[in-house]
């Protein structure tokens, strides 16, 4: 299955089809469209304008998107808001993101999994886990369901992140699954745990794993991943937004605070949209 937000194509269409007009929006408008109380897909454009530019993690923005989790009714708009969130949020808003694991929609479950990748806070790793969680026989045949192939493989990159027992465990469970994509990520967050290789069979790992004094000395360092794109004309033409250009860094959290990335003051800003929309 594809998510609609599962890869940077189709989320630079989003932005795309945001500025497509002759007259292409100013941060005063996508901000605006954020707050719009009738037009869901608004909302949603203007977060992800918001979110993507160079003062998209100012405070006022910040708190706009821990608001927008919090009472977004829309799945798409609310899937958006969590990857703002997860974008410029602090280690305080992976539990509010994790709640979005549960949701009734696949779509928000993504992002949230995702999401949890940039953020390290061990208070998420039981819902991780639960996502994660491979269908045994007895669940198959009482037709329970796990989550979708997507969200858990992201779930298994995720727990990547958390030398502990129980993550271990998990994924040498999720070893298991019959999904191939979740037996890769699962196998290599396991090799990013204890730095070592046993591929996808479980027993090998296991074996190990009980014979080994301490399992994570050899850990290595946890990177969320990344996608770098070409800016395109659209972009170009909305002068005050940026191409995604990240590369992969240590989650919120486990990076020092020096690392932290720094913004315009919120009034400087408040002050050059006002000083635009004169001009």
Known sequence: MTIWLGGCGSFGQDISDAVSSLMPPKPRDAAEWMFDP?????????????????FGGVDIYVSAYRDKVL?????????????????HGGVEDAPLIADA???ENVQVRWEAAKGLQRIHNPEVV??????LQTKT?????QGEETDDEDVRVEAAIAL???????????????????????NQAAAESLHVLTGQTFAYDARPWLDWYNEAEDPFAHRLDYLYPTYVRKQ?????????????????????GLRPASE?????????IEQGIGQEAEG
Do not use: C
Request: glycine share 2%; charged share 25%; hydrophobic share 40%.
């Open 38 to 54: 009738y037009d869901a897909d608004l909302r949603r454009k203007g977060t992800l304008l918001i979110s993507n530019s160079p």
């Open 71 to 87: 009472h977004e009714d829309d799945p798409l708009a609310l899937a958006v808001a969590i990857r703002a969130l997860a974008r």
């Open 101 to 103: 694991l549960e949701h």
């Open 126 to 131: 039981p819902l991780l886990l639960d996502t």
């Open 137 to 141: 026989v007895q669940q198959v045949l």
């Open 160 to 182: 990547g992140q958390y030398p502990e027992d129980r993550v271990f465990q998990g994924l040498v469970a999720a070893l298991e699954s019959r999904e191939l994509a979740v």
């Open 232 to 252: 395109s004309w659209w972009e170009r033409l909305v002068f005050w937004t940026s191409p995604v250009r990240e590369h992969p860094a240590s989650p919120s």
């Open 260 to 268: 932290r990335r720094t913004y315009p003051d919120s009034l400087e």
